[in-house]
């Protein structure tokens, strides 16, 4: 154990969405309470916590190749005489394997799911002063504590800690705020209404309390996060119904708060009154993630999307009929079970006929338990490669388009952090688009009216336009890309 007088040190490793990243913060301000500070790595943590993935098979075959690595380490350490090392296992992995992980791995310390992570101070102390020769006794973990894999959302909400002001200064100028959890919608492919239950929305007033909080640390721009954040609904303070529209005005009306993004959403999900957000919400910002996975209706229909290619095409024009610049991404997923060659061309297609600023392309990957796993007609895994290299083909030239297309552009970048070059700031456009500009230091925490003047594989460079002023709310651009 480390000596008493230096604080207890913990290293999370986050896979996965940005929720992990979230709820990753989310913990590590849990164990602040209880005086653990950040390791840089395992290797000098008292604590080591995977927030894992479980949505394709990679990703959670990768937790227990990592914990294999991470117990050996730790068995180094003890021989070394050094200081002991708790092993934590969180996320959706965790959820959906629960003690199968501790039987797998028997040295895992403790085990606990996304709706529990109010829990995780308890269980470190509890997995701390469990007697260690306990460790290979896979059979007692179900008695002793080691896992929390209960669905209790509203109460890890209500009791997991706030950051404090340093640690949400310390993570940068943006901050993700997860106000929706969970999914009803049981797409046949997908493990998350398994791993994460039942859709629930945060309260308005929660959700407001937490935006000031951050806003008031520093933070100028938030990202609204859920498995199916447009799905949020809740009551305004006339107990009238609102959705993720009038979420948005409310948190338009902070003062300090400059930006306003949102991820992910569903098509069936997006309302008039999200819609007209985009019209109307300047801070909003002009970029949109709305997953469509597949052109074809008949795959569409397997995977249970309750939606048609029609209905995404005529959902894309009036969002774009709202705010014409705003720029598109999307998910796709190629080889689900029965998608034929004229299937897959019907997902090339729906990608020409949108134009993408960026999309995620993903192998299918049968997830146990999910009804697309059992279906006939499982596509051969060269197929599926095939597909994925022929649509990344395509997503790769829209980007490449839309990077180009932004050269000689001017638009508003928000100057978050020093660039990878000395005398270089780094920051994000209103699209989303990284940008590299020469600027001074005193710059970060700005919003500069930049021209575009070249386009790069992964980010764009800027050149500040001098005559303007620095600006802090208005950040809309009026010309389409
Ligand atoms: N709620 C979002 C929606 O409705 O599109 C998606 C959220 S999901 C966590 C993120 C993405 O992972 C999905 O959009 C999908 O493309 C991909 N995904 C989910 N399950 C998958 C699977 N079994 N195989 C491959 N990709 C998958
Ligand atoms: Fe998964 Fe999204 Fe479908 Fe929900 S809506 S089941 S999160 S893909």
Not at 38 to 56: F, K, M, Q, S
């Amino acid at each position: 154990m480390s000596a008493p007088d230096h604080p207890k040190k913990l290293f999370i490793k986050t896979y996965g969405c940005q929720m992990n990243v979230y709820d990753s913060d989310r913990m590590a301000d849990a164990m602040a309470e209880e005086g653990y500070v950040a390791a840089a790595g395992p290797e000098d943590a008292d604590l080591v916590l995977l927030n894992t993935c479980h949505i394709r098979e990679k990703a959670s075959e990768k937790v227990f190749s990592e914990l294999g690595r991470l117990e050996a380490l730790r068995t180094q350490r003890e021989a070394a005489g050094g200081p002991d090392m708790l092993i934590g296992v969180a996320g959706c992995v965790a959820q959906a394997e629960g003690e199968e992980i501790v039987r797998r791995m028997p040295g895992v310390d403790l085990v606990v799911g996304p709706q529990s992570y109010h829990h995780l101070p308890e269980m470190v102390a509890k997995a701390s002063g469990r007697d260690r020769t306990a460790r290979g006794a896979a059979a007692r973990a179900a008695e002793d504590g080691r896992v929390a894999t209960d669905f209790a959302l509203a109460e890890k909400f209500a009791l997991l800690p706030r950051p404090t002001r340093e640690a949400v200064r310390a993570r940068g100028l943006t901050a993700f705020l997860t106000v929706q959890e969970g999914c009803d919608k049981f797409c046949s492919f997908c493990v998350v209404p398994y791993t994460r239950g039942a859709e629930v929305s945060r309260p308005v007033e929660d959700v407001l309390d937490e935006a000031r909080e951050l806003v008031a640390a520093g933070v100028m721009e938030l990202t609204l996060l859920g498995q199916n954040v447009n799905a949020w609904h809740g009551l305004d303070a006339d107990g009238r119904p609102v959705g993720l529209g009038g979420l948005l005005r409310r948190l338009a009306e902070i003062p300090g708060l400059v930006r306003l993004r949102y991820t992910t959403s569903h098509p069936r999900d997006m309302d008039d009154e999200l819609i007209a957000a985009h019209r109307d919400l300047e801070k909003l910002m002009p970029y949109l993630h709305l997953p469509v996975q597949s052109g074809s209706d008949s795959i569409l229909k397997a995977m249970n999307r309750r939606h048609t290619r029609a209905d995404y095409l005529r959902l894309i024009e009036r969002i774009r009929a709202a705010r014409p610049d705003i720029a598109m991404s999307g998910d796709f997923i190629v080889g689900f079970p029965g998608e034929t060659e004229a299937d897959f061309e019907a997902t090339l297609s729906i990608v020409r006929e949108v134009g993408y600023a960026s999309a995620f392309c993903f192998k299918y990957s049968p997830r146990p338990g999910t009804p697309g796993a059992g279906l006939p007609d499982q596509v051969p895994e060269a197929v599926k490669a095939e597909r994925l290299a022929r649509l990344l083909a395509l997503v790769g030239e829209q980007t490449q388009a839309f990077a180009r297309a932004s050269v000689g552009r001017t638009m508003d970048v928000l100057l978050e952090k020093k660039g990878r070059l000395s005398g270089q700031l780094g920051g994000r456009s209103p699209y989303l688009q990284a940008v590299h500009v020469a600027a001074p230091e005193s710059l970060i925490g700005t919003i500069q009216r930049m021209e575009i003047v070249a386009a790069g594989n992964n980010s764009l460079e800027g050149k500040i336009v001098t005559d303007s002023e620095p600006k802090s709310a208005s950040l809309v651009e009026s010309s389409a890309v």
